[in-house]
Structures are given as structure tokens and as C-alpha cells.
């Protein structure tokens, strides 16, 4: 890993060197640098996912709302200590602008799932499809952005459903401001150990699950149960445990498709019993803009800003700590500070998905609502390119 990140310290170096660069990432227009040619906020052509945080590290995401529970949810995670990022329909969000501006003040992020959930591969195809794609973004854009945490724009395809046509048309737009489509690594799918055929009647079998899965019949072959809240804990806790990282995927509302007979939000009970069990086995929530491989994309403030602050702020000592990094790194005598300036300057993988081939792929919807998590094969992880 360190040796991964040493081309990083260089750029950081660099980065150190132009006190005043308005974003630091441009700072490396060196030829000979390794530095990220992308450091802008924008789409990218592949899924980015959440491999790249720290281990025993969660980002909680949640689809499709906001709904009736959403701030009963929001509340609660709050109360945990627990920042978590709302992937919100805009046709939902319109009708909830309080609650938008009071998840910003809590720290949480909004962000953007399109207008209206459709499945943007088959929008894309229609007549129009490139604006209409581009409209679908645009129109929740209306709604969320001013009550978007320092303007870190996330974008999640719903369906994850998202191909090259996509991409060039969002690419192409005002929207390509947003930094995403953002994946899931945890809770996107029902599975049963080995390929077993699936047995709904058994849900303690299951190794993974999706919570909108676990509350509705009928979406697993053969399903005739809703399993309880804990036996979907159960499994989600199975899932994290193995995987020990990622982003988690789960709704705060059902999409109006769903019958107003399901269970509804039942996501939110979920998650008030796993929190608990995964902050005592010691598990850090993130936001996903602060996954890594997400958060290179956000240009960060001048290094020397924050320098100054602190100093303005208090005493010498307080940024003491920040000169010694800066200087052992300046001197190249530390590998030790060289890595800190690296973790400032952001990830390796930052502009490895700009220039990855478009997932030509998407996941099919079979005529059955399935909210964002319709396929058993999550597809390829981004590629690690390093810093190149
Ligand atoms: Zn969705």
C-alpha cells in the first residue's frame, strides 16, 4: 500500500508548494508527475463503489425517500453520532423541503436519485433520451442542491441501471457536477451459500440480503414469507462482518410502484437494531462522499487555508503539528509525514474510473419492482489505476 501511495507524495509535495492554487489538485500540471488528471467534481463511466474505506468502515445509504420515517431515521442516526447520505427521488423531496434543510444542519448529505426513479438505460433510448436523462437530474437538482453539504453533488442511477448513452449525456450537461453513480457493496442482494437455490422459508441460510427483499413476497423465487426485522438484521450482520467495509445500501421509503399493502419502512426499525451491535463491535459510519475513491473527486481548500486558520485560531502549538508534516515532507525525511500529506491530497484510485470502459451491463429490471438492487452480480469493481 505505501508503496502504491509513494507516486502521491510527490504530488503532494507539489500541492505543498502552491500556497495559493484554488484547487490543490492543479497544482500537479508537472509532466513528469504521476498526479490524477481528474480532480473535478464529475460523472464518471463506471460504478464507484466503497472498497477504498478504511476497514471496519460503513457508509449508510438510503434510496428512494424521503418518506413519512425518513426523519424519525435521520434522527436517530444523529443521536448515534452517525452522518448518513440520502439518495432522495425528487418527486419525493419536493414534498419535504424542512426536512431537507434540517438533515443539512445535522451534517447529513442529500443526494441525487433522478426526478422520478426510472430506469435511465431505457430513458436514455427514447425519444429525446439524451436531454430526458439529463432533465431527470436536472429537475432533482432543483430541489436538493441548495441543502446539499458543501456542494459535494453524489449521483446514484436508480436500478444502478447506467451504461456509456448515459454517461456522455450527463457527461455532456450541467449535471456532470455530480460525482458518481454511486454503487453499493453491502445489502444489494439476496444470496444463499455456495449458489444454493434460494429458500425463502429459511432466512438464517441467507449470506446476504436486500432490505427491500426481506419485507416484500414475491421477490425471491418461490417467497412466500416478509421476513422479521431481525432476521434481516441478522443477515445484514452477517454480510458486514465478512465484508468489514463498504457502502450499504438500504430505502427509507418504497417507490410508489410498491402496494400501499406492503410493509412500509420497515428499513427504518432495521437499522435501529443493527446500529447498536455495529458500534459496539467497534464499526465508524461514514458519509459516502468521504468514501475515498469519492471523496478525490471534491476539490479540497488550499492546504495553506487551513494552515493559516489554525494559526489564526490559536496559539503556535495548535499548528505545530501541521508545519512538522508539512516540512518533513518538504525535506523528504519522513515516510511517515509523506504518507500524511498524502491522505490530503486524496486516494490513488482518484481518476482511475474516468477513464475505465462504460459498464455495458446494466441490471435488468424483469417487469417487477426491484428498487435499485436487480442483479446477483454486482459486476466489476473499479479499477485501481494508482495514480497514473
Ligand atoms: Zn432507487
Redesign the pocket.
Known sequence: MRLALRPFALCSLAILAAANAAVALAACSDSSSTCPETTSAAVVANDIYGQSLPADTLALTF??GPGPRTEELADFLTAKGIKATF?M?GKNAANYPALLAKLKANGHLVAN?TQN?NDLTTVVNGANGPANVVNELTLNDNILAANVDQNHFLFRA??FAYNANVYAAIHASPMDKYVGPVRADIGTFTSYPNGASPNPEVPANAVTAADWDCWQTGQRPGDKTTWTTQQCVNIYLKEIRAQRRGIILM?DIW?GTIAPSSPQSNTIDLVKALVPVLQAENFKFVRADEVPDIAAYFPKPPVDAGVDAARDAGPDASDAGLDAARDAALDGASDAAADATVSDAGPADAAADATVAADASPPTDGGTFV??AGESNPGPKPADAGCK
Open positions: 434510496d428512494d439518495f427521488v436519485h426513479h436508480p436500478y430505502h417507490d428498487p435499485d
